[in-house]
């Protein structure tokens, strides 16, 4: 079993940038593909980014494509999401997840087994 501990949350205005981490313990953190999922109030908790156990496959949602990168650093237990050009839309609960299924990267909330207990962004416009 794998522990997910996400930081690096906060209050941004609109066109910044924040960089969440997710720190992973327990077994071997090269073992999981990592995504991070954004659960906004009243809305169902939504892909943003995934990537395979040697960073070699790495997916993002439409609407964070160009504007987010997902890395991982496995000497760290560590994955990262890079946010750039901040929008309100952006506002939500990130979440990182650990998933130790092989094949191709899981964009689905139900498909990871592991969960962080969330960090808040929010974009002011």
């Known amino acids: 079993q794998v522990q997910l501990v996400e930081s690096g949350g906060g209050l941004v205005q609109a066109g910044g940038s924040l960089r969440l981490s997710c720190a992973a313990s327990g077994r071997t953190f090269d073992s999981y593909a990592m995504g991070w999922f954004r659960q906004a109030p009243g809305k169902e908790r939504q892909f943003v980014a995934a990537i395979s156990r040697s960073a070699g496959t790495i997916s993002y949602a439409n609407s964070v494509k160009g504007r987010f990168t997902i890395s991982r650093d496995n000497a760290k237990n560590t994955v990262y999401l890079q946010m750039t050009s901040l929008k309100p839309e952006d506002t939500a609960v990130y979440y990182c997840?650990?998933?130790?299924?092989?094949?191709?990267?899981?964009?689905?909330?139900?498909?990871?087994?592991?969960w962080g207990q969330g960090t808040q962004v929010t974009v002011a416009s």
């Open positions: 997840a650990g998933d130790p299924s092989f094949g191709q990267l899981r964009t689905t909330a139900l498909a990871y087994d592991y």
